[in-house]
């Protein structure tokens, strides 16, 4: 039996491993030096004004959502394709959740869908606070009209980008916040660069940076400032509101810088073998990933969706098939609002058919850094042996 192909996997070199080591034998572990250093870095690569470290993008959307004042009575909508963490920020602060079905195309939220939705809501009075675009699989939504949404409907934009450092929109690095207030980054070791577990906000906005920090750690400050009544000396501090323990440590922050310095070579990586899947598998019943031509993906995920009417399996078999041949495969996403927690909110199955269409035709091939052509060959393979290499009419 050959060893098992993983669909996505960290790589960490020498100079890492340093880099941990190195804080290791310093007198700070957790937030300090370290800690700023991957902030800026972040925010330098991103061309943003501000990064918030911390402890990982599920926190890092909660605080987010907390300095966009996002509270009972008010919406939250995102996409049904996501991770549960896009939703469950909303959720946390008390807020009702809504999805906006994904485009059949891109697998991002609608933009059409998301306009349509603004306009009912809007009748009905039910506008969003806080829309949180996803960059599903590493490629960026359609961020201009989705700014020009936000300003005509007065929604906070909130980019999860947990899937997309790396990746360009339009020629700018995602994470400028020029379509958004704020942006969410990932570095869990499957995603594109990683502390082990780990978020970072970033935003162009002085205001909700000022939220941010504070949130960080317990919703206290030891600015004089912004203190009611004076400071009281030296080891003075005031709790402004509940914030929380988020605070990313030193080691994980020297990981990250370290990783930031191959960020660019990851991506590029990942776009060679995602360019050499696209070869491969043309001959295939199965559609590969489509990119809209404002967009440079990270590449994140490497998404096919069977052409079921072409197979004599079902996308279960096949996933199964893959599995035992030893392929990693994976599915991203079951749709959030099929989850049972959401279905206790009111939401079922139908709701979202363009996001549960996919849902039962896609499959995720491994794509990491260290894949192997000879790996990928052996995906490739394995894929042809389970569905039959299927010919279109036209081509015969
Ligand atoms: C991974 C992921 C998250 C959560 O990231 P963590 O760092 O594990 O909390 C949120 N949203 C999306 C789209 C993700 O893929």
């Not at 190195?22 to 925010?43: H, I, Y």
């Not at 906000?201 to 002085?206: K, L």
Request: glycine share 6%.
């Amino acid at each position: 039996m050959s060893d098992f192909i993983p669909y996505g996997r960290q790589n960490i070199n020498q100079q890492d491993i340093d880099a941990v080591v190195s804080v290791l034998k310093s007198n700070w572990l957790t937030q300090g030096p370290a800690t700023e250093r991957f902030e800026q870095t972040v925010a330098e690569y991103c061309g943003a004004k501000y990064a918030v470290a911390v402890t990982n993008a599920t926190a890092a959307l909660h605080i987010s959502c907390l300095a966009a004042e996002l509270g009972s009575g008010d919406w939250l909508w995102t996409s049904p394709n996501t991770f549960v963490a896009s939703a469950n920020c909303g959720l946390y602060c008390g807020a009702r959740v809504d999805f906006i079905d994904i485009d059949p195309q891109t697998y991002n939220l609608s933009v059409d869908q998301l306009e349509q939705k603004l306009i009912a809501a809007e009748r009905l009075g039910t506008l969003p606070k806080v829309v949180v675009p996803v960059h599903f699989a590493g490629q960026s939504c359609e961020m201009d009209r989705i700014a020009e949404l936000a300003q005509k409907y007065g929604f906070l934009v909130l980019e999860d980008a947990s899937h997309a450092i790396g990746a360009r929109y339009k020629g700018q690095p995602v994470g400028s916040c020029q379509y958004s207030d704020l942006a969410v980054f990932s570095f869990h070791p499957v995603k594109i660069i990683t502390t082990g577990e780990g978020g970072m906000v970033v935003t162009n906005r002085a205001d909700l940076y000022e939220k941010l920090i504070r949130l960080r750690t317990h919703g206290i400050t030891r600015k004089p400032e912004l203190m009611q009544g004076k400071s009281h000396g030296l080891w003075y501090y005031q709790q402004l509101e509940l914030g929380f323990n988020y605070r990313m440590t030193d080691i994980q922050a020297a990981l990250g810088t370290s990783q930031m310095q191959r960020l660019d070579k990851f991506v590029s990586r990942r776009q060679q073998l995602a360019q050499r899947y696209d070869q491969y598998l043309q001959v295939l019943a199965l559609t590969t990933p489509y990119q809209h031509l404002d967009t440079n993906s990270s590449w994140h995920l490497y998404i096919i969706r069977l052409q079921l009417e072409q197979v004599t399996k079902t996308h279960r078999q096949v996933f199964e098939s893959l599995r035992n041949a030893g392929i990693g495969v994976n599915l991203h996403y079951i749709p959030v609002h099929s989850q049972p927690t959401y279905k206790q909110l009111g939401f079922q199955w139908g709701d979202f058919p363009q996001a549960e269409q996919y849902y039962r035709e896609a499959i995720s091939l491994p794509l990491y850094f260290g894949l192997t052509e000879e790996d990928q060959d052996r995906v490739v393979k394995t894929l042809r042996d389970v569905l039959g290499v299927f010919v279109a009419q036209s081509q015969i």
